[in-house]
C-alpha cells in the first residue's frame, strides 16, 4: 500500500492542525485544513500560518494540486483562497457544503448574493469518489455527525478525518451544531474504523488530554480499537449516543465558531465589501 509523504503544521491557538500531502513518487502535493490567522478582538486577519505552508512548498518545490477541506470548520478560519492564489490547485469539501450553507445562510441573514450551491469549491465531492495527487489514489468517505458536510480522506496508508475523531485518550466530536447527529458520528467512526488497524489516522485538532503533556495529531485505526475513550470496541450506538448527548450539553460553544462559519461558508472568503469599502461580520443575538 502507497504511503504518503505527511508534512505537519500545527495553529496553537485554535489547536489546529494542517497537512500537506506529498505523492512520494512526484513533486504533487495538497493541503488539507488550511488556518487563517485571525485576531477577533480587533477584527484582523493574518497569514502567518498559510505563509508557513508555501514557504514549505517553494522550499521542497512542491506542485499544489489540491487545497482540501475535511468539513466547515467552526474553530479556525480557512487560508485556502489565500492559498489557491499563490500557489494554484483546486479547492474541495463534501457535496452536503450545500446543506451548511443553507443552514448558516439563514442563521447570518446572508442575503441574495450568498450562492448556496457550493460554488465557491471546485469540487463537490460525493461519498465514493476518487482522485488523484499525482499518483496517489484518495478515496472519498463521507463521515456525517459532528457535521453533515464531514468527510474523511484516504490516502494509501493513511486517513485524515476531520473532527470526527480525536485522539484515543480525548476521544471523539461534538454532535450539537445545527445539522449535527450523534448516531450518525458513531456509524461514520465505524466506518473509519473497518480501515486496516495499521492505517494511520490524521487528526484536525488536539486538546491535551488530562495528564498528557504534549499535543499529538497521529494515532492508529488499531490503537483507535482499542483505547478510545468513547468509541472502542464494545461501545454500543446507544451508550454512545448518550454519552454524547450529555457530554454536549456542556459544552460552551467555540469562540471563534461565529466568525469561522460566515468564512468558511464562502469556502474561506471574506464576506463582500459594503458600501463605505469594508467588510463587516455578523453576529446574531440570543440565536445560538
Partial sequence: MTSPQVHTFFDEPTNTFSYVVKDPASSACAIIDSVLDFDYAAGRTETRSADAIIAFIEQEKLNTEWILETHVHADHLSA????????????????????????????????????????????????????????????????????????????????????????????????????????????????VLTLPPQTRLFMCHDYKAPGRDTYQNQTTVGQERDHNIHVHDGITEDDFVKMRTERDATLAMPKLILPSVQINMRGG????????????????????
Fill in 80 to 191: 485556502a483562497p489565500y492559498l489557491q492564489d499563490r500557489l494554484g490547485g483546486k479547492s474541495g469539501i463534501g457535496e452536503n457544503i450545500t446543506v451548511v450553507q443553507s443552514t448558516f445562510g439563514k442563521a447570518f441573514n446572508a442575503g441574495t448574493e450568498f450562492q448556496r450551491d457550493g460554488s465557491q469549491f471546485d469540487r463537490l465531492f460525493k461519498d465514493g469518489d476518487e482522485f488523484q495527487i499525482g499518483e496517489l489514489r484518495v478515496r472519498v468517505m463521507h463521515t456525517p455527525g459532528h457535521t453533515p458536510a464531514c468527510l474523511t480522506y484516504v490516502i494509501g496508508d493513511a486517513a485524515f478525518v476531520g473532527d470526527t475523531l480525536f485522539m484515543p485518550d480525548f476521544g471523539t466530536a461534538r454532535c450539537d451544531f445545527p445539522g449535527g447527529d450523534a448516531r450518525l458520528l458513531y456509524h461514520s467512526i465505524q466506518r
Fill in 269 to 288: 472568503q471574506l464576506p463582500p465589501t459594503e458600501g463605505d469599502g469594508i467588510r463587516y461580520l455578523k453576529v446574531p443575538l440570543n440565536l445560538f
